[in-house]
């Protein structure tokens, strides 16, 4: 895909899948950096309530050290299936996700040693080296189509990552996501909203048409 003149590959967890591999975006991410040039390389899906948060901030920072602007990130909730395979509580990880995803933003971007006693997590001391090169805090997407999601990424001034779903729940998630960030005061850019969607490519629509 980088001798086709692609933008990005891209990488998110899963856990117990036979079709899709990496249970550790991180550790896939930097086997790929070394294999290719120019290309980035995005880790849409670290699962951040399945994940200790601050393990997930000091390796994204440490691929973003390592090769600066290269790396694209995305930090998501994951589905049911993957908190069972950690046995959470699914109604959980809405709240999980939104603080583990705070405490991450926090770890990149505080200078000091600051402590963290929150719901789910709770660290005396949080002090990550090296921090992302690219400050406050490198660009990140926030992924998921619910409302909550689009707050969050709203509200932190994060972009938004939408998956799989159609024309029209895009449009309504995304529409949200828009609002939100005007009455936060901030518009996104063109490439700050990304739709990843499932394609076939053919020599023909016909032919396409008929992989389906």
Known sequence: VEKLGFDWISLSEHHYSPRILPPSPPLAAAFLASHVDNIKIALLGPIVPVSNPIRVAEELAMLDTMLPGRFVFGLLRGTTNEYLSYDLN?????????????????????????????????YRTVSIWPQPQEQPHRPTYALGVSAEAADFAARHHLWLGVSYGTFELMAKSTGYYRQRCAEYGWEPGPDDIIWRANMILAKTDDAADAAL
Do not use: N, S
């Open 90 to 122: 699914p109604k959980e990880a809405r709240e999980r996700t939104d603080e583990g995803m705070e405490l991450i933003l926090k770890a990149w971007t505080e200078p000091q040693p600051f402590g963290w006693q929150g719901r789910y997590f709770q």
